[in-house]
Protein backbone atom coordinates (compact mmCIF):
# COMPACT_ATOMS: atom_id res chain seq x y z
CA UNK A 1 0.00 0.00 0.00
CA UNK A 2 1.11 3.35 -0.38
CA UNK A 3 2.12 5.69 2.13
CA UNK A 4 0.80 8.89 2.89
CA UNK A 5 3.77 10.86 1.13
CA UNK A 6 3.88 8.21 -1.61
CA UNK A 7 0.11 9.76 -2.72
CA UNK A 8 0.67 12.09 -5.78
CA UNK A 9 -1.64 15.50 -5.70
CA UNK A 10 -0.76 17.08 -8.73
CA UNK A 11 -1.50 14.37 -11.43
CA UNK A 12 -2.71 14.85 -14.93
CA UNK A 13 -6.15 13.75 -13.25
CA UNK A 14 -5.92 16.05 -10.38
CA UNK A 15 -5.31 18.90 -12.87
CA UNK A 16 -8.41 18.65 -14.71
CA UNK A 17 -10.42 18.75 -11.45
CA UNK A 18 -8.79 21.26 -10.26
CA UNK A 19 -9.45 23.56 -13.31
CA UNK A 20 -13.24 22.38 -12.91
CA UNK A 21 -13.30 23.66 -9.57
CA UNK A 22 -11.60 26.96 -10.56
CA UNK A 23 -14.24 27.80 -13.42
CA UNK A 24 -17.15 26.44 -11.36
CA UNK A 25 -15.78 29.00 -8.63
CA UNK A 26 -16.32 31.80 -11.60
CA UNK A 27 -19.81 30.64 -12.57
CA UNK A 28 -20.69 30.79 -9.07
CA UNK A 29 -19.08 34.34 -8.57
CA UNK A 30 -21.18 35.07 -11.34
CA UNK A 31 -24.57 33.98 -10.55
CA UNK A 32 -24.30 36.32 -7.08
CA UNK A 33 -23.37 39.23 -9.21
CA UNK A 34 -25.99 38.79 -11.75
CA UNK A 35 -28.71 36.49 -10.06
CA UNK A 36 -29.55 32.39 -11.05
CA UNK A 37 -31.97 34.07 -14.18
CA UNK A 38 -28.35 35.07 -15.73
CA UNK A 39 -26.89 31.78 -14.54
CA UNK A 40 -29.30 28.92 -14.71
CA UNK A 41 -32.41 28.26 -17.60
CA UNK A 42 -34.63 28.69 -14.02
CA UNK A 43 -38.29 30.09 -14.39
CA UNK A 44 -41.11 30.74 -12.39
CA UNK A 45 -42.89 27.64 -13.38
CA UNK A 46 -39.17 25.91 -13.10
CA UNK A 47 -37.75 26.77 -9.96
CA UNK A 48 -35.86 24.22 -9.03
CA UNK A 49 -33.30 22.22 -11.61
CA UNK A 50 -30.05 20.31 -11.79
CA UNK A 51 -28.79 21.75 -8.63
CA UNK A 52 -31.73 20.72 -6.73
CA UNK A 53 -31.91 17.41 -8.37
CA UNK A 54 -28.53 16.37 -8.73
CA UNK A 55 -26.81 17.72 -6.36
CA UNK A 56 -29.04 18.30 -3.33
CA UNK A 57 -31.27 15.04 -3.48
CA UNK A 58 -28.20 13.15 -5.01
CA UNK A 59 -25.66 14.57 -2.49
CA UNK A 60 -27.36 13.81 0.25
CA UNK A 61 -28.41 10.29 -1.05
CA UNK A 62 -25.25 9.77 -1.27
CA UNK A 63 -24.30 10.67 1.92
CA UNK A 64 -26.13 8.37 3.49
CA UNK A 65 -23.04 6.05 3.85
CA UNK A 66 -22.05 7.62 6.75
CA UNK A 67 -24.82 6.94 9.22
CA UNK A 68 -25.35 3.36 7.93
CA UNK A 69 -21.43 2.46 8.63
CA UNK A 70 -20.61 5.02 12.01
CA UNK A 71 -24.03 3.04 13.29
CA UNK A 72 -22.79 0.26 12.58
CA UNK A 73 -19.87 0.50 14.02
CA UNK A 74 -20.23 2.47 16.86
CA UNK A 75 -24.13 1.63 17.87
CA UNK A 76 -24.05 -1.68 16.69
CA UNK A 77 -20.86 -2.90 17.72
CA UNK A 78 -20.26 -4.68 14.33
CA UNK A 79 -15.96 -4.65 14.11
CA UNK A 80 -15.97 -5.91 10.76
CA UNK A 81 -16.60 -2.68 9.29
CA UNK A 82 -14.45 -0.28 11.51
CA UNK A 83 -11.77 0.08 8.44
CA UNK A 84 -14.45 2.24 6.32
CA UNK A 85 -15.94 3.82 9.24
CA UNK A 86 -13.60 6.82 8.33
CA UNK A 87 -13.70 7.25 4.63
CA UNK A 88 -17.39 6.90 5.02
CA UNK A 89 -17.59 9.49 7.15
CA UNK A 90 -15.41 11.41 5.45
CA UNK A 91 -17.17 10.77 2.10
CA UNK A 92 -20.82 11.60 3.83
CA UNK A 93 -19.93 15.06 5.07
CA UNK A 94 -18.42 15.96 1.36
CA UNK A 95 -21.88 14.81 0.44
CA UNK A 96 -23.68 17.20 2.67
CA UNK A 97 -20.93 20.31 1.88
CA UNK A 98 -22.02 20.11 -1.77
CA UNK A 99 -25.88 19.76 -1.19
CA UNK A 100 -25.36 22.49 1.59
CA UNK A 101 -23.43 24.58 -0.80
CA UNK A 102 -25.72 24.02 -3.94
CA UNK A 103 -28.95 25.10 -1.77
CA UNK A 104 -26.83 28.14 -0.82
CA UNK A 105 -26.33 29.29 -4.46
CA UNK A 106 -30.09 27.84 -5.60
CA UNK A 107 -32.04 30.27 -3.35
CA UNK A 108 -33.05 33.53 -4.42
CA UNK A 109 -31.10 35.63 -1.69
CA UNK A 110 -27.93 33.61 -0.75
CA UNK A 111 -27.07 35.79 2.01
CA UNK A 112 -30.37 34.98 3.82
CA UNK A 113 -29.54 31.27 4.13
CA UNK A 114 -28.78 31.34 7.61
CA UNK A 115 -32.50 32.99 8.87
CA UNK A 116 -33.81 29.34 9.77
CA UNK A 117 -31.65 29.06 12.60
CA UNK A 118 -33.37 32.31 14.15
CA UNK A 119 -36.47 32.64 12.34
CA UNK A 120 -38.00 29.01 13.16
CA UNK A 121 -41.33 28.16 10.85
CA UNK A 122 -42.18 24.75 12.94
CA UNK A 123 -45.09 23.59 10.23
CA UNK A 124 -42.63 24.00 6.89
CA UNK A 125 -41.04 20.80 5.86
CA UNK A 126 -38.32 22.97 4.10
CA UNK A 127 -37.48 24.61 7.51
CA UNK A 128 -37.28 21.17 9.21
CA UNK A 129 -34.89 19.83 5.81
CA UNK A 130 -32.53 23.47 6.45
CA UNK A 131 -32.55 22.50 10.28
CA UNK A 132 -31.21 19.07 9.36
CA UNK A 133 -28.59 19.99 6.89
CA UNK A 134 -27.14 22.18 9.07
CA UNK A 135 -27.50 19.81 12.18
CA UNK A 136 -25.97 16.82 10.82
CA UNK A 137 -23.31 18.67 8.65
CA UNK A 138 -22.02 19.54 11.97
CA UNK A 139 -22.79 16.40 13.34
CA UNK A 140 -20.28 14.36 10.58
CA UNK A 141 -17.74 17.32 11.07
CA UNK A 142 -17.67 16.13 14.74
CA UNK A 143 -17.57 12.86 13.38
CA UNK A 144 -14.98 13.58 11.23
CA UNK A 145 -13.05 15.33 14.00
CA UNK A 146 -10.37 12.70 15.20
CA UNK A 147 -8.16 12.51 12.35
CA UNK A 148 -8.33 16.19 12.36
CA UNK A 149 -7.05 16.36 16.26
CA UNK A 150 -4.79 13.34 15.64
CA UNK A 151 -2.79 15.11 13.08
CA UNK A 152 -2.29 18.64 15.49
CA UNK A 153 -1.59 16.54 17.84
CA UNK A 154 -4.18 17.71 20.28
CA UNK A 155 -4.98 14.82 22.26
CA UNK A 156 -7.08 16.46 24.88
CA UNK A 157 -9.53 17.28 22.08
CA UNK A 158 -8.95 13.62 20.88
CA UNK A 159 -10.00 11.82 23.64
CA UNK A 160 -13.53 13.97 24.56
CA UNK A 161 -14.85 13.24 21.14
CA UNK A 162 -13.54 9.87 21.18
CA UNK A 163 -15.86 10.02 24.17
CA UNK A 164 -18.59 10.99 23.62
CA UNK A 165 -18.62 9.83 20.01
CA UNK A 166 -21.22 7.27 20.66
CA UNK A 167 -24.30 9.67 21.55
CA UNK A 168 -22.95 11.93 18.59
CA UNK A 169 -23.43 8.74 16.16
CA UNK A 170 -26.74 8.16 17.80
CA UNK A 171 -28.10 11.73 17.22
CA UNK A 172 -26.84 11.41 13.68
CA UNK A 173 -28.42 7.87 12.70
CA UNK A 174 -31.69 10.01 14.23
CA UNK A 175 -31.29 12.94 12.09
CA UNK A 176 -29.99 11.65 8.94
CA UNK A 177 -33.15 9.05 9.30
CA UNK A 178 -35.70 12.05 9.55
CA UNK A 179 -33.33 13.94 7.06
CA UNK A 180 -33.95 11.43 3.98
CA UNK A 181 -37.26 10.83 4.52
CA UNK A 182 -37.94 14.57 5.06
CA UNK A 183 -36.41 15.50 1.82
CA UNK A 184 -39.28 12.96 -0.39
CA UNK A 185 -41.71 14.94 2.06
CA UNK A 186 -41.16 18.29 0.99
CA UNK A 187 -42.72 16.87 -2.29
CA UNK A 188 -45.96 15.70 -0.35
CA UNK A 189 -47.47 19.08 -1.36
CA UNK A 190 -47.30 18.31 -5.37
CA UNK A 191 -50.09 15.93 -5.54
CA UNK A 192 -51.81 18.21 -8.55
CA UNK A 193 -48.05 18.67 -10.34
CA UNK A 194 -45.91 15.26 -9.98
CA UNK A 195 -47.03 12.06 -11.76
CA UNK A 196 -48.87 9.30 -9.94
CA UNK A 197 -45.82 7.09 -11.36
CA UNK A 198 -43.60 9.01 -8.64
CA UNK A 199 -46.47 11.01 -6.17
CA UNK A 200 -47.51 8.98 -3.47
CA UNK A 201 -47.96 9.25 0.19
CA UNK A 202 -45.15 6.75 0.51
CA UNK A 203 -42.73 9.13 -0.71
CA UNK A 204 -40.79 9.53 2.47
CA UNK A 205 -39.96 5.84 3.32
CA UNK A 206 -39.07 5.35 -0.96
CA UNK A 207 -36.48 8.18 -0.50
CA UNK A 208 -35.22 6.54 2.84
CA UNK A 209 -34.84 3.23 1.28
CA UNK A 210 -33.30 4.70 -1.34
CA UNK A 211 -30.68 6.04 0.35
CA UNK A 212 -30.03 3.57 2.09
CA UNK A 213 -29.32 1.35 -1.00
CA UNK A 214 -27.43 4.41 -2.56
CA UNK A 215 -25.36 5.00 0.87
CA UNK A 216 -23.93 1.25 1.21
CA UNK A 217 -23.37 1.27 -2.65
CA UNK A 218 -21.57 4.58 -2.33
CA UNK A 219 -19.43 3.15 0.60
CA UNK A 220 -18.51 0.20 -2.18
CA UNK A 221 -17.75 2.51 -4.55
CA UNK A 222 -15.46 4.55 -2.52
CA UNK A 223 -13.31 1.59 -1.29
CA UNK A 224 -12.81 0.24 -4.24
CA UNK A 225 -11.94 3.32 -5.81
CA UNK A 226 -9.44 4.45 -3.15
CA UNK A 227 -7.54 0.39 -2.74
CA UNK A 228 -6.80 0.84 -6.76
CA UNK A 229 -5.74 4.72 -6.26
CA UNK A 230 -4.22 4.38 -2.84
CA UNK A 231 -2.58 0.87 -3.41
CA UNK A 232 -4.78 -0.43 -0.79
CA UNK A 233 -5.59 -4.22 -0.06
CA UNK A 234 -9.81 -4.80 -0.35
CA UNK A 235 -11.70 -6.06 2.14
CA UNK A 236 -14.07 -8.66 0.42
CA UNK A 237 -15.58 -9.71 3.25
CA UNK A 238 -16.74 -6.01 4.07
CA UNK A 239 -17.58 -5.46 -0.08
CA UNK A 240 -19.62 -8.09 0.24
CA UNK A 241 -21.33 -7.32 3.43
CA UNK A 242 -22.19 -3.87 1.83
CA UNK A 243 -23.52 -5.84 -1.50
CA UNK A 244 -25.75 -8.01 0.72
CA UNK A 245 -26.79 -5.24 2.53
CA UNK A 246 -27.82 -3.56 -0.53
CA UNK A 247 -29.74 -6.27 -1.89
CA UNK A 248 -31.78 -6.23 0.74
CA UNK A 249 -32.08 -2.33 0.66
CA UNK A 250 -33.04 -2.92 -3.41
CA UNK A 251 -35.63 -6.02 -3.03
CA UNK A 252 -37.57 -3.94 -0.43
CA UNK A 253 -37.61 -0.82 -2.47
CA UNK A 254 -38.81 -2.75 -5.58
CA UNK A 255 -41.97 -4.28 -3.71
CA UNK A 256 -42.54 -0.68 -2.20
CA UNK A 257 -42.47 0.51 -5.51
CA UNK A 258 -44.98 -1.95 -7.05
CA UNK A 259 -47.20 -1.68 -4.27
CA UNK A 260 -47.23 2.42 -4.82
CA UNK A 261 -47.31 1.79 -8.56
CA UNK A 262 -50.37 -0.78 -8.42
CA UNK A 263 -52.16 1.13 -5.91
CA UNK A 264 -51.59 4.47 -7.12
CA UNK A 265 -51.98 5.03 -11.44
CA UNK A 266 -52.06 0.91 -12.03
CA UNK A 267 -49.12 -1.26 -13.17
CA UNK A 268 -50.24 -0.43 -16.70
CA UNK A 269 -49.15 3.42 -16.42
CA UNK A 270 -45.38 2.12 -16.23
CA UNK A 271 -45.81 0.63 -20.04
CA UNK A 272 -48.03 3.50 -21.16
CA UNK A 273 -45.11 4.68 -23.82
CA UNK A 274 -44.88 8.47 -22.26
CA UNK A 275 -41.75 10.37 -21.12
CA UNK A 276 -43.06 9.61 -17.96
CA UNK A 277 -43.26 6.41 -18.46
CA UNK A 278 -39.80 5.78 -19.72
CA UNK A 279 -38.06 7.47 -17.32
CA UNK A 280 -39.82 5.41 -14.86
CA UNK A 281 -38.87 1.92 -16.56
CA UNK A 282 -35.62 3.40 -17.30
CA UNK A 283 -35.35 4.45 -13.33
CA UNK A 284 -36.38 1.18 -12.07
CA UNK A 285 -34.49 -1.14 -15.13
CA UNK A 286 -30.83 0.22 -13.84
CA UNK A 287 -31.44 1.25 -10.27
CA UNK A 288 -33.41 -1.45 -9.24
CA UNK A 289 -33.93 -4.25 -11.33
CA UNK A 290 -30.45 -4.40 -12.74
CA UNK A 291 -28.57 -4.30 -8.73
CA UNK A 292 -31.23 -7.41 -7.92
CA UNK A 293 -30.28 -9.62 -11.09
CA UNK A 294 -26.42 -9.18 -10.49
CA UNK A 295 -26.19 -9.75 -7.29
CA UNK A 296 -28.31 -12.78 -7.17
CA UNK A 297 -25.90 -14.27 -9.44
CA UNK A 298 -23.75 -16.87 -7.94
CA UNK A 299 -20.16 -15.52 -6.98
CA UNK A 300 -21.40 -11.69 -7.72
CA UNK A 301 -20.73 -10.92 -4.10
CA UNK A 302 -17.61 -12.24 -4.10
CA UNK A 303 -16.04 -10.70 -7.27
CA UNK A 304 -14.72 -7.24 -6.90
CA UNK A 305 -15.45 -6.22 -10.33
CA UNK A 306 -19.25 -7.42 -10.34
CA UNK A 307 -19.81 -5.32 -7.30
CA UNK A 308 -18.17 -2.54 -8.57
CA UNK A 309 -20.24 -2.71 -11.73
CA UNK A 310 -23.62 -2.94 -9.20
CA UNK A 311 -22.28 -0.19 -7.30
CA UNK A 312 -22.31 1.99 -10.75
CA UNK A 313 -26.11 0.46 -11.44
CA UNK A 314 -27.24 1.52 -8.21
CA UNK A 315 -25.82 4.99 -8.14
CA UNK A 316 -27.11 5.82 -11.70
CA UNK A 317 -30.38 4.78 -10.99
CA UNK A 318 -31.26 6.45 -7.66
CA UNK A 319 -29.64 9.42 -8.83
CA UNK A 320 -32.38 8.78 -12.19
CA UNK A 321 -35.24 8.51 -9.62
CA UNK A 322 -33.70 12.36 -8.06
CA UNK A 323 -34.22 13.79 -11.16
CA UNK A 324 -37.56 11.90 -11.88
CA UNK A 325 -39.08 13.11 -8.90
CA UNK A 326 -37.60 17.07 -8.93
CA UNK A 327 -38.03 17.36 -12.79
CA UNK A 328 -39.54 14.94 -15.22
CA UNK A 329 -41.84 13.88 -12.65
CA UNK A 330 -43.73 17.34 -12.77
CA UNK A 331 -42.23 18.02 -16.62
CA UNK A 332 -45.68 17.95 -18.52
CA UNK A 333 -47.36 20.35 -15.39
CA UNK A 334 -45.04 22.85 -15.16
CA UNK A 335 -44.42 23.18 -19.16
CA UNK A 336 -48.55 23.64 -19.82
CA UNK A 337 -48.18 27.46 -19.10
CA UNK A 338 -45.50 27.27 -22.32
CA UNK A 339 -42.32 27.52 -20.30
CA UNK A 340 -39.16 25.04 -20.60
CA UNK A 341 -36.68 23.49 -18.79
CA UNK A 342 -32.99 22.30 -19.64
CA UNK A 343 -29.95 22.85 -17.45
CA UNK A 344 -27.64 26.05 -18.55
CA UNK A 345 -23.77 24.84 -19.40
CA UNK A 346 -22.77 26.76 -16.28
CA UNK A 347 -25.78 24.54 -14.18
CA UNK A 348 -23.40 21.37 -15.67
CA UNK A 349 -20.34 23.42 -14.88
CA UNK A 350 -21.28 23.71 -11.02
CA UNK A 351 -22.62 20.99 -10.31
CA UNK A 352 -19.16 19.07 -11.98
CA UNK A 353 -17.70 21.56 -9.94
CA UNK A 354 -18.70 20.56 -6.46
CA UNK A 355 -17.94 16.75 -7.61
CA UNK A 356 -14.39 17.72 -7.71
CA UNK A 357 -14.26 19.28 -4.96
CA UNK A 358 -15.17 16.37 -3.14
CA UNK A 359 -12.90 14.09 -5.17
CA UNK A 360 -10.05 16.73 -4.57
CA UNK A 361 -10.89 17.12 -1.03
CA UNK A 362 -10.90 13.52 -0.05
CA UNK A 363 -7.46 12.95 -1.54
CA UNK A 364 -6.10 15.76 0.09
CA UNK A 365 -7.56 14.35 3.38
CA UNK A 366 -5.83 10.76 2.76
CA UNK A 367 -2.30 12.01 1.58
CA UNK A 368 -2.39 14.72 5.22
CA UNK A 369 -4.67 12.64 7.35
CA UNK A 370 -4.61 8.96 8.77
CA UNK A 371 -8.09 8.39 6.82
CA UNK A 372 -7.31 4.54 6.46
CA UNK A 373 -5.83 3.74 9.91
CA UNK A 374 -6.31 -0.24 9.80
CA UNK A 375 -4.35 -0.57 6.39
CA UNK A 376 -1.31 0.78 7.90
CA UNK A 377 1.28 -1.57 9.13
Known amino acids: MKTNREIEM ?3 FTRILVTIIAIGGLVLIYRLIFGLGAATNLNDRFPWGLWIGMDVLGGVAMAAGGFI ?3 AVYILNWKKYKPIVRPAVLTAFFGYLMAATAISFDIGIPYRIWHPMVMWQIHSVMWVVSIHVMLY ?3 LATESSPMFFEKMKMQGAFRIVEKI ?4 VLFGV ?4 LHQSSLGAVYLITPA ?5 WYSNQIPTLFLISAIMMGLSMVSFENIISCKSFGHKPHMEILSGLARGCLIAAVLYLVLKIYVLAAGPGVAAAFAGSMEANMYLLELMVGVLAPIVLLSMKGTRENLNRIFVVNITVIVGILLNRMNVSIFGMYRHQSSSGLSYFPSWMEFVVTA ?3 SIAVVGFKVAAKYFRVFPETEA
Not at 165 to 168: E, I
Not at 174 to 177: I, R
Open 69 to 71: IAG
Open 137 to 139: TTT
Open 353 to 355: AFI
Open 174 to 177: LLSV
Open 193 to 197: KMSPL
Open 165 to 168: MVPV
Open 10 to 12: WTP
